[in-house]
């Protein structure tokens, strides 16, 4: 153990998972001060340096160490930790101030928070409760009395059962708003804001953001409140029937228009950062599929926690369902019969005919990438959905093989070889042939020439058109015309002679006033755009980006993704032919030529547009339908006997398209 004074220097230590209570830290501070004087302890922590903490994010700062928002059943908190280290290595530190033995955790199991407990206390160390409570250090060769070891079991238990008493009554409670309608927590959908409400749905008043209000007899409703959003909303509906979800995100993006978390903070392991304000694929399918949009809630549609989870009746205990293979809780989807569904207490945004076609049109065309996993990690696909198989018009999925990667015939794999040949081709040599023949095409003297003159067009065009600053300048020309209307609803207000006339008067002027706040808000959260460059540099800049990718392949540190995006800009796109080729024993099918293309050149022959999902491809086989585009060029059995396709099989979503 190590030799410690017996009056030295004190560190404290507190922890709050809500992270609400921003007025409690600096009392507990005050009170460890207090108590070194009392106990003749150096300490130097004040209220105004853990005030500082909270707002900063900071775990440590001289002799204080803080979790906020950080749940006591983690035994590694960053806090924590530094504070254990520092009290195990500083042989200055005698004493340790924490207010309450759950500040030191809510564990599990109580033998957990009982053991680090000894550790502080048996390497010399001093622990100070508030009440009056000190636990000594423990010697070398000392015991921890009976009652005291029962009393630290009995407060860890309780601490810990404190949690799933609190997880069921929360879950209790969120079952009682959802079957009124109302919210039971998150952030509202794009288009609506939270308002304060009684409980038969009356106003009381709009929200501010992360506002949190507690009025008996009201509670949280989302309202379709936000005009100008909500007519992004209805535009994403009708532009959603025709046009894919990743496709409206970029228009909505060129445009632009500010996604749902643009200007959002977000902390990431610890670190704040602001979001990139981008819509994506996903936020417009969510916003397109939310059942608000017809004025129904949809709740409990997952599950998570560690103590309890959500059900329609009441809490359930965790199995075996809600643990990964490693051990690790994972977030559950629940069978439809458990999600509570109510009417909401707001007005529909569109009808529900429309909403269900938009439904079935995005299930349609996800259909055959459901249940299959996303690409993970960083592997290459630049030439995803861009390569054929003109043998039988299908896509050729990449898969991996031997370490290194190729395209195979889609039809292939998905009719587990009835069908086609065994074509690949190596990823790696397909997209280096492409990016030449991108090189090639555009390098030539007279291209060239050309593409400078329209790279410096667009350049120009970029520069004299920003959309975000045109919206904003519409949103001024806006908050202009509506403080007109206020300062005229105000004089019309203060000329009202009868209870019944101030009376109407003072609600148009209350919502104008709403409507007001709502455009200021957009004025202080809107983000100046980045400055322009010199369409010039502009120009060599996108020159150069061929010449670059070119080099990083050939030194071997390519970078697919900005291959791939490269291809989707120029829409790239290689068309093979296969032929056999024998190789001792073994015949194998290689490319035998092909085409390459970019921009809107059409493909040289037909391409098959029907489902890819192998189910779906087994059944049309069995039914005698055709799966290729040229049913008599290829027929089930024409492939390649005995082939193996089951380790191809595992393909990624980025290979796929379906009409």
């Not at 001060?33 to 700062?61: K, N």
């Not at 024998?582 to 030529?593: E, H, I, Q």
Request: charged share 25%; glycine share 10%.
């Amino acid at each position: 153990m190590t030799k410690r004074p017996e009056k030295g220097r004190g560190l404290f230590y507190h922890r709050d998972s809500e992270a609400h209570s921003e007025l409690a830290p600096p009392q507990y501070v005050e009170w460890a001060r207090g108590e070194a004087a009392r106990l003749g302890v150096s300490f130097s922590g004040t209220p105004e340096a853990i005030t500082a903490m909270i707002a900063r994010g900071q775990p440590a700062d001289g002799d204080l160490y803080l979790d906020y928002g950080v749940s006591g059943n983690l035994l590694s908190r960053p806090g924590f930790d530094q504070f254990r280290e520092r009290a195990a290595s500083d042989p200055s530190v005698s004493h340790l101030f924490v207010s309450k033995r759950d500040r030191l955790g809510r564990p599990d199991n109580p033998l957990d928070s009982m053991l680090i407990e000894y550790q502080l206390r048996s390497a010399g160390l001093t622990i100070v409760l508030m009440g009056g409570k000190v636990l000594p250090a423990v010697g070398p060769g000392e015991r921890i009395e009976l009652a005291d070891l029962l009393t630290s079991l009995i407060e860890y238990n309780e601490s810990g059962k404190f949690r799933r008493d609190l997880a069921e009554k929360l879950i209790h409670a969120k079952i009682r708003l959802a079957r009124g309608g109302f919210s039971i927590g998150g952030e509202p959908l794009y288009g609506f804001r939270r308002w304060l409400c009684a409980e038969d749905g009356t106003r009381k008043r709009q929200l501010e953001d992360h506002e949190r209000v507690k009025l008996p007899g009201h509670h949280v409703l989302w309202l379709p409140t936000a005009t100008e959003e909500l007519a992004v909303v209805r535009r994403i509906l009708d532009l959603i029937e025709a046009t894919p979800a990743a496709r409206v995100a970029r228009i909505l993006n060129a445009e632009g228009i500010p996604s749902p978390k643009a200007g959002h903070v977000r902390t990431r392991n610890g670190v704040k950062f602001e979001t990139s304000g981008q819509w994506t694929q996903n936020t417009v399918r969510n916003i397109a599929t939310h059942p608000l949009l017809i004025a129904v809630w949809e709740y409990g549609k997952r599950s998570e926690g560690d103590q309890l989870r959500f059900t329609k009746d009441g809490p359930r205990a965790l199995g075996r369902g809600d643990y990964s293979p490693d051990g690790k809780l994972k977030t559950v989807a629940n069978p439809a019969d458990q999600i509570i569904r109510t009417p909401a207490k707001s007005d529909a945004v569109t009808t529900p005919e429309k909403f269900e076609l938009v439904r079935e049109v995005i299930a349609a065309r996800g259909r055959h990438l459901k249940g299959k996993a996303r690409t993970r990690g960083q592997s290459p696909n630049p030439l995803g959905g861009r390569i054929y198989d003109l043998t039988c018009g299908w896509l050729m999925y990449r898969y991996a093989k031997r370490g290194k990667w190729c395209y195979g015939c889609g039809l292939y794999q998905n009719s587990e070889a009835r069908c086609c040949r065994h074509n690949t081709v190596q990823g790696e040599t397909a997209t280096r042939f492409v990016l030449d023949c991108l090189r090639q095409l555009v390098l030539t003297p007279s291209r060239l020439a050309k593409l400078k003159t329209r790279l410096g067009e667009l350049a120009d065009a970029e520069r004299g058109d920003d959309p975000a600053q045109r919206q904003l300048d519409a949103v001024r020309t806006d908050l202009a015309g509506l403080r007109r209307k206020v300062q005229k609803a105000a004089e019309n207000m203060a000329l009202s002679e009868t209870r019944e006339e101030r009376a109407a008067v003072a609600e148009v002027f209350l919502r104008l006033k709403d409507q007001e706040s709502a455009l200021e808000r957009r004025l202080a959260t809107h983000r100046p755009a980045p400055s322009r460059v010199d369409p010039q540099r502009q120009v060599e800049a996108a020159l150069g980006a061929l010449d670059r990718l070119a080099e990083s392949l050939g030194a071997g540190a390519a970078d697919w993704a900005a291959v791939g995006s490269a291809f989707a800009r120029t829409n790239a796109n290689l068309y093979l032919r296969f032929s056999e080729v024998v190789k001792g024993r073994k015949t194998f099918n290689v490319p035998a030529g092909g085409v390459v293309t970019f921009g809107s050149a059409a493909p040289p022959g037909p391409l098959y547009t029907g489902p890819t999902d192998r189910p779906i491809i087994r059944k049309m086989l069995a039914a005698g339908e055709p799966v290729t585009a040229s049913p008599g060029r290829v027929t089930p059995g024409d492939s390649n006997a005995g082939q193996d396709v089951t380790g191809s099989a595992n393909v990624q979503r980025g290979t796929r398209r379906c009409s």
